[in-house]
């Protein structure tokens, strides 16, 4: 089936620019595109106001546009038009901005050839396309949901709803999406089920039999309505119960009440009396209370003699007497009244909230109006306090998508460093001493370290990273810091810094520190809103055993002391012992995470941090760790500059990525390895069985399309028993232990690969 060619307008000034992409993008051998061109933003505007174009390129840099503005007025004015942003080297900061704000992709001018840029551009079409639709279904589906006459609700393994929709929910007072979040079993725990054979169940056992596979039926009641309802297992793709679906049905309300009326008068009263909530029947034509049961005695603070034969209206706060009026009629209009919500005046004058449920019967041959009253004061409070929590949960879960976000990035990153590491040393290795040239790579290879930096902050970010500590200099790591926090505190923050040439080295993860000071960086930019002056110190302090004592997780000893001190607003004496708790926060925006996250980076690297703030006077915190004795780990290579040879041994390199696959493979065969490839699992079987006899080792990454790292080395282990393996891997920890990566015993290489450390663990693996 042949596919059109999409009509693509192309916003470039730039002759050279455009000829290049208009024959990328017009091969005759794929068809895929025809080009129109416009050199400026008002003659492209013109065009697409015209219609027929597919998807626009559009240059950043125009004659009559510079920068975001130009992408910010087509997206203004074509919103649905899918634009793919084209930018020069320099300018990708702009391009990704542009995506944020709704580009489909961005293409960075003479790195991409004519298959990519086709490709980008008929994907940025049909994402456009698919999030059109993906939205009408949603709309769609919403809509039904909403006006079919019943509930659907869906619960997960964790017993948590995950969908609560229908109309019937206005009949129990819930809104669409209100339990969303909320427990099922805290809910409905002990409300009972009555099944098809007579037998009485709770909802916790239905829940649990539900989830081990049974579909079940019953009728419930919620709040006086009664329903019929249908519970089934939901399974994912692989068949597995991953929740519960139920439907649920109004089927009547009346039945309860024609059942309690064929009571007899002896059970009712005793029924009524001992009732556990609060109830009064009063006339419904002059609204004067004719009983009252004990509950209703304790709820309204009088005794039945008290109630009765005043009028109903009575019983609520006097300025609002004309609404209750009101809906004394209504109730007797209607018949009935479920879960209204008012007030109630004590004798004592106390106002309590309540919950009204009502209705008009027959008792006797006279109208009564029979109310059944309920303290919500700890609901109220409940919900209120839910729906802080349910705030919190969305930050939270913003949090943990920007950091599976993070982790992702830097797994790429790690990826396209490894070649720019690898390539930095071959240079350099061809590169005589003396020069100039070194320098140049010196610039590459140091910049590509501190972009390896960046993903290790990104790794600690998305939290998934553990802890690795070793000896470091704090002085070291705030000096190294000192530059990224001044374009972070921004010029109207002065950062000093006060740091003892004597002070300790202390055993903890540097990466942590960096994310601790900038948390405690950020927290007291926040503070000093007009400017002000930040100052970083450290010292060597001695605690004996009381001053220990008070500092939990310390023991007396000698210790190296961070302190961050700002000159902002400060923070009042009563906030000061929650400011560590998890999502509080008296700024008024963020997560409330960033001094939680301190608190739990320090306590991970047995350090203790402390707080002393007044109100307008600044606040100071101080992070205390453990002293070390020792010296720093070196970073120089084997002074004998063997870099760990090899000796002529067969390794197989197993790699998804070409680019890493090729530099890699370099690099052992120049350090006197000899070297078979493969890009994937499949093909590396292949290979080992082809060279049966000399194959002494298999370096392969862990995450690979088709077959993981873990998986090729157990059928590896099938073919050639005792063949040893090396993983290589960007991703964090918890990743490569869903891998199936062993816990102990596996030997990885972290990327971006450094040469030293790579043909290091090569050697050690080969030589055990």
């Known amino acids: 089936m042949s596919t059109a060619p999409l009509v693509v307008l192309l916003v470039e000034d730039n002759p050279g620019d455009a000829r290049l992409i208009e024959i990328a993008l017009c091969d005759p051998a794929r068809a895929d595109c025809v080009v129109e061109r416009a050199t400026t933003l008002a003659a492209g505007l013109e065009r697409l106001a015209k219609g027929g174009i597919d998807a626009v390129l559009l240059d950043l840099g125009l004659p009559d546009s510079v920068g975001l503005e130009t992408f910010a007025r087509v997206r203004r ?32 001018k003479g790195s991409v050839d004519g298959v990519l840029l086709a490709r980008s551009v008929r994907y940025a079409v049909e994402r456009k396309r698919l999030e059109e639709a993906l939205r009408k279904s949603e709309e769609l589906l919403r809509t039904v949901l909403n006006n079919a006459p019943i509930t659907i609700f869906a619960v997960d393994k964790q017993g948590l709803f995950t969908l609560s929709e229908g109309k019937s929910l206005d009949t129990v007072r819930l809104k669409p999406g209100e339990n969303v979040g909320t427990s099922a079993m805290d809910l409905y725990e002990s409300l009972p089920v009555i099944l098809p054979d007579g037998k009485t169940i709770c909802g916790q056992e239905v829940i649990r039999r539900v989830m081990a596979g049974e579909t079940l039926a019953g009728i419930t009641e919620l709040r006086g309505i009664q329903f019929d309802n249908q519970f089934v297992p939901y399974r994912d793709a692989q068949g597995q119960i991953i929740g519960m679906i139920g439907v649920a049905t109004i089927i009547t309300e009346r039945l309860h009440a024609e059942s309690a ?32 049961n004990k509950a209703a005695e304790a709820l309204l603070g009088r005794a039945k003699h008290e109630i009765v034969g005043i009028n109903r209206l009575d019983i609520h706060p006097a300025g609002r007497a004309s609404d209750y009026r009101e809906e004394f009629e209504l109730h007797v209009r209607l ?19 309540v919950r009204i449920s009502a209705k008009v019967i027959d ?15 700890e609901r109220r409070r409940a919900e209120e306090e839910k729906s802080t929590l349910a705030v919190q949960l969305q930050q939270a879960q913003k949090m943990e998508a920007v950091g599976q976000l993070a982790g992702g990035v830097a797994h790429d990153f790690n990826n396209i460093l490894s070649v720019v590491l690898t390539y930095a040393d071959f240079i350099m290795d061809e590169v005589p001493e003396g020069s100039p040239i070194r320098g140049d790579v010196d610039e590459i290879r140091e910049a590509g370290e501190r972009a390896a930096a960046l993903t290790r902050q990104l790794l600690a970010f998305s939290r998934k990273q553990k802890a690795q500590p070793r000896l470091v200099d704090p002085n070291q790591i705030i000096r190294t810091l000192a530059k990224m926090l001044r374009r972070l505190i921004g010029e109207d923050i002065a950062l000093d810094l006060d740091l003892d040439d004597n002070t300790g080295r202390a055993l903890l993860d540097p990466t942590q ?40 997780g310390l023991s007396a000893g000698s210790h190296v002391e961070i302190a961050v001190c700002d000159t902002g607003t400060g923070i009042p004496a009563e906030v000061l012992p929650r400011i560590f708790d998890p999502f509080f926060s008296t700024k008024g925006k963020g997560t409330g995470l960033g001094l939680s ?39 120089a290579p084997p002074e004998d500059g063997t870099w760990h040879m090899g000796r002529g041994e067969t390794i197989l390199v197993v790699e998804d990525d070409a680019a890493v696959r090729r530099a890699t493979s370099r690099t052992l065969v120049e350090s006197g390895y000899l070297v078979i490839e493969a890009e994937g699992g499949e093909q590396a079987l292949a290979r080992c069985r082809e060279n049966p006899g000399g194959l002494r080792l298999v370096l392969t990454d862990v995450i690979m399309p088709g077959m993981s790292g873990p998986e090729l080395a157990r059928r590896l282990a099938d073919v050639r028993p005792g063949l040893r393996v090396v993983y290589c ?40």
């Open 363 to 377: 008792l006797e041959g006279r109208k009564v109006i029979q109310g059944i009253f309920t303290d919500v004061t």
């Open 335 to 353: 018949g009935h009244v479920t879960d209204m919500e008012s007030e109630i005046i004590r004798k004592d004058g106390t106002i309590i909230p």
């Open 729 to 768: 891997s960007g991703y964090t920890d918890d990743m490569l232990a869903r891998q199936g990566l062993p816990a102990s015993g596996a030997v990885v290489v972290n990327k971006p690969i450094e040469r030293s450390d790579l043909l290091r663990k090569l050697r050690e693996v080969l030589d055990g």
């Open 597 to 635: 996250i301190v608190h739990g980076a320090v306590a991970e690297n047995h350090g203790h941090v402390g707080v002393s703030s007044e109100p307008g006077a600044g606040t100071t915190f101080k992070v205390l760790f453990p002293r070390t004795a020792g010296a720093l780990p070196s970073v």
């Open 77 to 108: 004015e074509f919103s649905d038009a899918p634009i793919v942003v084209i930018t020069g080297n320099d300018d990708e900061r702009a391009a990704l901005e542009a995506m944020r704000h709704g580009a489909q992709d961005y293409l960075v």
């Open 261 to 292: 009326l064929r009571e007899s008068e002896r059970k009712y009263r005793e029924l009524f009396d001992n009732a556990g909530e609060a109830i009064l029947i009063a006339d419904a034509e002059t609204a004067i209370i004719l009983d009252a």
């Open 513 to 552: 520190l960096e994310q601790i000071l900038v948390n405690l960086t950020v927290n007291a930019r926040d503070a000093m809103p007009q400017g002000g002056r930040l100052a970083m110190s450290t010292r060597n302090v001695w605690l004996d055993g009381d001053a220990a004592a008070v500092r939990p």
